[in-house]
């Protein structure tokens, strides 16, 4: 489901890092207002709320990979490194040069988990088009330099 605020938002408008802290701002404001339009404004915007929360899906709990999954995947990097641990041990390898292949190994599997992990979050959780187009509109105003351009421009037209 999308999220059924994201038409009404307005860029013109701060927002607050969370639910709870948008809202004990909202409430701030409302105490500022004279008593005869308090009740009024705190019914709007609780409507808003009640309406939030009925429609809004619950957030699905945070579903962490399958420990047994993960498990089972690590031991099987585990069995592979050491099969070629065996193998490399019948040429002759120091045990300082297993340790150090050993070690590479764990690196390299643990970045690339990271890494697709990482990857992941930040497509799940970040927002980039939103971003750039609001500091487009906030640091490129393009018109107001063609119009500033064209304003101090002079025209001369001789035959």
Known sequence: MSNPFKPHALNLFADRGSVDEAINYARALVLTLPN??????????????????????EAPAQVEPEISDFEARFEGRIAALEESL??????????????????????AWA????????????????????????????????????????????????F
């Open 86 to 107: 065996a193998s490399t041990a019948r040429v002759g390898w120091t045990r300082d040069e297993l340790v150090a292949l050993t070690r590479d190994e764990i690196e």
């Open 111 to 158: 970045d690339e988990h990271f890494n697709l992990r990482a990857g992941e979050w930040l497509y799940d959780h970040a927002d980039l088009d939103d971003k750039i187009e609001t500091w487009m509109d906030n640091n490129m105003d393009i018109e107001n330099e063609v119009r500033e351009v064209l304003g101090s421009a002079n025209l001369s037209i001789s």
């Open 36 to 57: 005869e339009h308090r009740a009024a404004v705190m019914t709007a915007l609780m409507v808003v709320v009640n309406t939030a929360a009925k429609v809004w899906p």
